[in-house]
C-alpha cells in the first residue's frame, strides 16, 4: 500500500493499549531450533511502538527497531528507554540503514504484509550473518467462538481495505517463494486478550481500516456495543489469537 508507512499515525495510543502482545515461548522457541540466544544481534523491521521489540529486549538481545512511521518511532523510544540495547532506527524494510551482516536474526511482528516481498528479501540477505534467520510472526485473530465470528463480520462491514491489507492474504506459497532455497518452518502459540467494553472499543479503532470517525463511525459503534452486550459474561469477552511463527535460515 502506497501510504503503509504513514497509516498508523493516528492509532500509537490505541495500538499501544489494546494490541496484543507476543507469548514469551516465542524465543525459546527460536532457542530450540537454531541456538538463538542472547548473545544474538536482532534487527525487528517494521516495528512499530515496540511490541516485539520488547520480547527480544526481554531476552537479553540487543534489538535494532528499525521503523519508518515517526509517530510509532516516537512512542516506541518512549516506551523503551529503560533498555540500554534498544537502538531505534529510521528505515524500511527495502532499507534498512543497518551494516551489511551485523544481525544474525530479522524478526517482523505483524508487519511483513506491508513489505516488498523481494526487496526486502534482499535488505535482509545483505543485513544477515551468514546462516542467519528471518522470523516472521502474526497474531492472527480466531473465528472460532459466535463473538469472534460476529466481531469479525462487523469488520468485513465497517473496514475500508481490510480484505485487501489482511495478513491473511500472505500464502504458505508467498512465504516458500520467500525462503527458497531454503525451507520455512511453521511454529504456533495460543494467545488471547480480555476486554471491557472500552477496551474491545479501542482494540477495534487500532486497526488502520477502521474510520475513526465520519459516515458510519456511529453506527459501528452502537454494532459494537450491541455485540459486546450480547456475548459478555463478567464484564468482559475473549478475544482469542494463534500467534504463528514461520521462521528459516535466509539464503542468497
Do not use: C
Request: charged share 25%; glycine share 8%; net charge negative.
Amino acid at each position: 500500500m502506497s501510504d503503509s508507512t504513514t497509516r498508523f499515525s493516528d492509532r500509537v495510543e490505541d495500538y499501544v493499549k489494546y494490541r496484543p502482545h507476543y507469548p514469551e515461548a516465542v524465543p525459546a522457541y527460536l532457542s530450540s531450533i537454531y541456538s538463538f540466544d542472547p548473545s544474538w544481534d536482532v534487527a525487528d523491521i517494521g516495528s512499530g511502538t515496540g511490541i516485539s521489540t520488547e520480547l527480544f529486549l526481554r531476552n537479553g538481545n540487543r534489538v535494532y527497531a528499525v521503523e519508518p512511521n515517526v509517530d510509532m518511532r516516537d512512542k516506541a523510544e518512549e516506551l523503551l528507554a529503560g533498555y540500554a540495547r534498544f537502538v531505534s532506527v529510521d528505515g524500511t524494510a527495502e532499507a534498512t540503514g543497518l551494516a551489511a551482516e551485523s544481525v544474525r536474526l530479522v524478526v517482523a511482528g505483524q508487519a511483513f504484509h506491508w513489505f516488498d516481498p523481494m526487496k526486502s528479501r534482499a535488505e535482509f540477505v545483505r543485513i544477515l550473518k551468514p546462516g542467519g534467520v528471518v522470523a516472521l510472526i502474526w497474531n492472527e485473530r480466531l473465528e472460532g467462538t459466535p463473538f469472534e465470528r460476529e466481531y469479525d463480520d462487523l469488520i468485513l462491514q465497517y473496514g475500508s481495505d481490510y480484505k485487501t491489507i489482511n495478513h491473511k492474504n500472505i500464502a504458505d506459497l508467498q512465504l516458500g517463494q520467500f525462503f527458497t532455497p531454503a525451507a520455512f518452518v511453521l511454529a504456533t502459540f495460543p494467545n488471547e486478550q480480555r476486554f471491557d467494553f472500552g477496551g474491545l472499543k479501542g482494540r477495534l479503532l487500532s486497526s488502520s481500516y477502521i474510520p475513526k470517525e465520519g459516515p458510519g463511525y456511529a453506527a459501528m459503534i452502537r454494532d459494537l456495543e450491541a455485540l459486546f452486550a450480547k456475548h459478555q459474561s463478567g464484564g468482559q469477552v475473549r478475544v482469542g489469537y494463534d500467534t504463528k511463527v514461520y521462521s528459516g535460515v535466509l539464503r542468497p
